[in-house]
């Protein structure tokens, strides 16, 4: 059922095309004022440089986001943007907000992807046979500094 709901919420949205789009798009819905370069979102979202340029297009494009540059600092100004609310954000990142919600529209990112033939698929997404329950514990040893170092 929730990969169903997942292809309506794209299907109304029209803008999102891969896993890095609705990553980006959920960082900007927590963090709606960033002042940040491009190579920062890559590190914080664990993308590749491109593919955050990319996706920055595609949702400044859609009108999401908005964007601004001093040429005082490499670094740019993104504002979430909401003069103009569209219906179905508020739905989209009510479903995205929650781990399940996420893994759905990530999955119905691929399927669509592989339906339309645009682009490699990728097979953490698509089958994702890791649970968190599962990965191996590590042991890490705290140590505590003394003398206000």
Partial sequence: MEIDDARQLLDRTGILRNAC???LLLFFARHSRALLSSESLAGFLGYDLKDIADSLEVLLAGG????????????????????????????????ASTRPGRLALKQALVRRSQESGNGPVDAAVANPKVQVNQLPRLNVRMTRRRGGR
């Fill in 21 to 23: 789009d609705l990553d």
């Fill in 64 to 95: 999401l986001l908005n964007r601004k540059q001093t040429s005082a600092h490499a670094a740019r100004l993104y504002v979430l943007a909401d003069s103009e609310p569209n219906e179905w954000i508020a739905s989209f990142l009510a479903f």
